[in-house]
């Protein structure tokens, strides 16, 4: 093959050293439109991840890699006058330009012809003289530019400003050091690449870069004024930049470039010119290498050229995906330093650590077992004072005058089996059951405070003396035969009823057959084309609403329920005043979110005053819509903030099911950012919930601050003993199983203990 690349950086280099391995007879050239001891960046860093597959791809430049390598093993974080240290990470960095130049080197001895100060066109005649031209002209590529649409370009352009500049100083950890100015903070990521140098990225937000004069500043006055910001780190070092063909500040915006298509004909995408991963994760250089060589064995896969490089966009798309997932988690972490800058030093270190969440808890724990045990012990005494180190899911809490054993929740689940709102038989086993399996906390399901506020006719109510006794009896068993505390869910389907049971095969979420009753909303806006649309209600009907609210509330507590959490959320009837999506009232009851939330707070208020002062009452609400011209971010932080200065003692973070126009993001614990933002910048607390599965999971989330409870619906439908295992498989004694499970459980933990032994020989 006769093949361009068009761009001489890390993945131009390495996918013609590629070609040329596989096949001597390739006619590769690299354009590259600088000199070759040319460079704009400082260090590079590696995972073994990377070097593996460098290694199995050629061992000669891995070989003259790692004879380059910085390495260290250390990552500390310096803020608020405090040097937090976690072991265990394992680094190795390399310059750029020694990376450069071995790999020129290498490809020089395989025969590419390497064409330096050569700048190349996209001219028609290029994609006719070569047999496949490559892309790999970074993150400003003019090849995925010129063909945007064909490439279907995504470039998010992010907030914060940042600068690369070089310390003649080696750090010996990957360093953060955080600096809060009287214009904000601004902080620094540094690690060496060399035994004399580092990599000093300086960053901060644009607001603070603007009101700190950065804009103003040459690259020399620059480099001045980080020098005196973080002279206590530099230890008299001087910073740098070797960024002179820029031209200003050399300040830039990070983009976050995603390629729906990667090819166009014989063209195609590699490296930055497909996509970018935030340097907060280190990864450009690691997809740039996996690129090239995934691309070179495809092509010499014995493919029709178009099979092969389809192949090529399927399995580095998949992997591109995830590191820019995470990337984008350690992105936005970074960008809301504010909203963690309160937290305890340490817990911030490991909020840092755990950011993109591809580092657990119990990963986390095979690094810095040392760190970790800080960091529950610390966790712990918040809890419990003088308490020794405990998994944070183990940890107790207090709401009100309600004591909670560990912070584990079995989450509302509707079951859609009750007659007539009565709950029975298999509402006492199923209730029962998650009782004994030792989360501290349990709810109900979706309990309706009317018979024409549920969702289906199998829904749970609170509306008729018959329902209290029938609930009573189920309190009163948990209550006799397990620590858990037991909450009430009490909603209003609004907009959302009088519909099948969702198991009715192609029926669900439509009209009953028969027997349908009237359902009302803020607006008349029908759920679905396919849904009855809801009378927009008076104020009449508002009053009679909060009566019954009011009224479920009593029988709540006359059958001893703990706690009472009001639903605000999934599109319910309060979610339906919420969101703007299906709030469209022009009286005090619409328009602004003070408006919007003026009903849900009258029926809360109402509610906090006939509940006991001394138990506690949460709100549960959907954060976003998943619509543009939804429920904002900032919006859910005014409606959890509103709550909780009513009274309420816990937020409980859902998101979506409020209209049919959603298109959620979903993933491992995909609603716990917004949990995460609530807590943190509406200072309230929080439970997380949504696609947590794992008992790392929950430790990792609690740990971070990024909530204070975590409630598992699914997990708990198949396992109803989930805490109790997990608590075996972490080794924690400290769950109480029912007197007749013991013998049961003792095995469970020797079991796990034997697994863990094993494992570990």
């Not at 911030?348 to 045990?373: A, G, I, M, P």
């Not at 001394?614 to 509103?642: F, L, Y």
């Not at 109803?720 to 007749?740: C, D, I, K």
Request: net charge negative.
């Amino acid at each position: 093959m006769k093949i361009a690349c068009a761009g001489g950086g890390p993945a131009g280099l390495l996918f013609a050293i590629s070609m040329k391995l596989r096949d001597p007879n390739h006619d590769v050239v690299v354009f590259e439109r600088n000199e070759p001891g040319d460079t704009f960046g400082w260090g590079v860093v590696f995972s073994d991840q990377t070097m593996e597959n460098l290694r199995r791809n050629d061992s000669v430049s891995a070989d003259a890699i790692e004879a380059g390598f910085a390495h260290w093993d250390d990552i500390e974080v310096h803020i608020k006058g405090r040097t937090i240290r976690s072991s265990g990470h394992g680094f190795v960095g390399i310059g750029r330009k020694r990376l450069l130049n071995i790999l020129q080197d290498r490809a020089r001895e395989l025969g590419v012809r390497l064409e330096f100060l050569t700048e190349i066109e996209v001219e028609p005649a290029l994609f006719t003289e070569y047999d496949l031209v490559v892309a790999s002209d970074g993150a400003n590529s003019k090849f995925r530019a010129a063909f945007a649409d064909d490439f279907q370009v995504d470039i998010d352009i992010r907030p914060n400003k940042y600068i690369w500049l070089g310390a003649d100083k080696a750090f010996d950890a990957f360093t953060f050091a955080f600096e809060k100015t009287e214009h904000g903070w601004i902080w620094a990521h540094a690690y060496k690449f060399d035994d004399d140098t580092s990599t000093f990225i300086v960053e901060c937000s644009e607001a603070t870069w603007r009101a700190a004069g950065f804009e103003h500043l040459s690259q020399d006055e620059t480099c001045r004024a980080a020098e005196k910001l973080f002279a206590k780190y530099l230890d008299g070092a001087t910073l740098s930049t070797n960024a002179k063909h820029l031209r200003g500040s050399a300040w830039l915006n990070f983009p976050r470039i995603v390629c729906g298509n990667w090819s166009r004909g014989n063209l195609i995408l590699m490296g930055d010119a497909a996509h970018t991963a935030h340097f907060s994760i280190g990864s450009g250089t690691k997809l740039a290498f996996e690129d090239a060589i995934k691309l070179a064995e495809v092509l010499h896969g014995g493919k029709p050229l178009t099979e092969a490089l389809a192949e090529y966009l399927a399995e580095r798309q998949v992997e591109v995906l995830k590191l820019q997932n995470a990337a984008r988690n350690s992105t936005e972490w970074f960008e809301h330093i504010d909203r963690y800058a309160t937290l305890d030093p340490l817990q911030f270190t490991y909020s840092l650590l755990t950011r993109s969440q591809r580092v657990s808890h119990e990963n986390l724990r095979l690094r810095d077992k040392h760190f970790v045990r800080d960091i529950e012990t610390w966790f712990a005494g918040k809890a419990l004072s003088g308490e020794p180190a405990r998994p944070p899911m183990f940890a107790p809490m207090k709401l009100r005058e309600m004591g909670i054993a560990n912070r584990v929740v079995v989450s509302p689940m509707c079951m859609y089996s009750a007659k007539d709102g009565l709950v029975g038989d298999f509402h006492l086993v199923h209730y029962g059951a998650r009782a004994a399996g030792g989360a501290g906390l349990i709810f109900t399901e979706m309990t309706d405070v009317s018979a024409d506020a549920r969702i289906t006719p199998g829904c749970a109510g609170m509306y008729a003396p018959e329902h209290v006794v029938a609930w009573k009896r189920i309190v009163d068993y948990v209550h006799t035969h397990s620590s858990a505390k037991f909450a009430l869910q009490l909603a209003h389907a609004g907009r959302k009823g009088s519909t099948r049971v969702p198991w009715a095969e192609d029926f669900a979420d439509q009209p009953l057959a028969a027997d349908n009753w009237e359902i009302v909303g803020p607006s008349p806006i029908p759920w679905s084309d396919r849904n009855a649309t809801p009378r927009e209600m008076t104020r009449a009907d508002m009053d009679r609403v909060k009566a019954d609210f009011v009224r479920a509330t009593q029988m709540g507590e006359a059958a001893g329920f703990d706690m009472l959490e009001l639903h605000c959320g999934h599109g319910y009837l309060l979610s339906s005043f919420l969101t703007p999506l299906s709030n469209q009232r022009r009286d005090e009851y619409g328009g602004s979110v003070e408006n919007r939330l003026r009903f849900p707070l009258e029926v809360f208020d109402a509610m906090r005053a006939a509940w006991p002062k001394h138990k506690p009452m949460s709100v549960r609400i959907s954060a976003t819509d998943w619509c543009d011209d939804g429920i904002s971010a900032e919006d859910s932080v005014a409606i959890a903030q509103a709550f909780a200065n009513a009274g309420a003692d816990l937020i409980d973070v859902s998101a979506g099911q409020t209209s049919q126009q959603a298109r959620p993001v979903y993933g491992r614990m995909f609603q716990t950012p917004f949990c995460d933002r609530i807590r943190n910048e509406g200072r309230v607390k929080t439970m997380a919930v949504g696609n947590i599965f794992e008992p790392d999971h929950v430790n990792s989330i609690l740990a971070a601050g990024r909530a204070d409870l975590c409630a598992l619906a699914r997990p708990h439908l198949v396992d109803p003993f989930w805490t109790m295992r997990a608590a075996a498989e972490l080794g924690w004694s400290g769950v109480e199983p029912p007197v007749q499970y013991r013998q049961g459980y003792a095995q469970m933990r020797r079991n796990a203990a034997r697994r863990d032994a094993e494992t570990k020989a």
